[in-house]
């Protein structure tokens, strides 16, 4: 009886997420851009980590700022930095403001919602206690859609720097 439980609570689960993930719809271009420059940060963070590498490995060797490679990596380095920022800073924005619009929408239909109760039970109910029901739904969901994002970006950063460890030294 309880795993007859679980299942349904799972199943509730699916389909609030299957909901929810529907409500992303109309800002499906948004989200594409925030995936791809999701993509972006991601592939910049072993670029990053691979010029960095090559710079101390130079010094190490005992060369000390000759040659073209002194003029032209740290530059490089900037580039990439500079990128990588522009990127995250569009990438939370977008992200922020999709999250921003979706809760928009759920917070109106919540109160919609309550403002449909009959009077016998908003009488029985302290205002208090719908307040902190409805911020507590919408701070799930707000936590959730950024989780979803970080869910889809994260696998990326990982399998990226995790190259550009095995590239370094596979040992």
Same mark, same amino acid.
């Given at each position: ?6 299942? =349904? ?12 993930? !529907? $409500? /992303?719809?109309?800002? =499906? ?8 420059? !999701? ?16 710079? &101390?490995? $130079? @010094? ?9 490679? /002194?003029?032209? %990596? *740290?530059? @490089?380095? &900037? ?6 920022? @522009? ?6 924005? @977008?992200?922020?403001? %999709?999250?921003? =619009? ?8 919540? /109160? $919609?919602?309550?403002?449909? /109760? *009959?009077?016998? %039970? ?5 205002? !208090? ?10 701070? =799930? ?12 970006? $994260? *696998? ?6 995790? !190259? ?8």
């Amino acid at each position: 009886m309880v795993n007859q439980g679980k299942s =349904k609570n799972s199943k509730q689960s699916f389909a609030a997420l299957k909901r929810v993930i !529907g $409500e /992303f719809h109309p800002y =499906k271009t948004k989200l594409a851009v925030v995936l791809l420059l !999701g993509l972006v940060i991601s592939a910049i963070q072993p670029i990053s980590v691979k010029l960095s590498q090559r710079i &101390i490995d $130079e @010094l190490q060797n005992g060369n000390f700022i000759k040659g073209a490679f /002194f003029h032209q %990596v *740290p530059g @490089l380095l &900037i580039v990439v930095f500079f990128i990588s920022g @522009l990127a995250k800073y569009f990438h939370n924005s @977008l992200r922020r403001y %999709v999250g921003e =619009k979706v809760i928009i929408k759920y917070r109106t239909l919540l /109160f $919609e919602k309550y403002l449909s /109760f *009959p009077l016998s %039970v908003l009488d029985k109910t302290r205002a !208090g206690d719908f307040l902190s029901a409805i911020q507590n739904d919408l701070g =799930k969901i707000s936590t959730g859609i950024d989780t979803l994002i970080l869910v889809l970006k $994260e *696998p990326f950063t990982f399998v990226g720097l995790l !190259g550009a460890a095995f590239y370094c030294d596979w040992r």
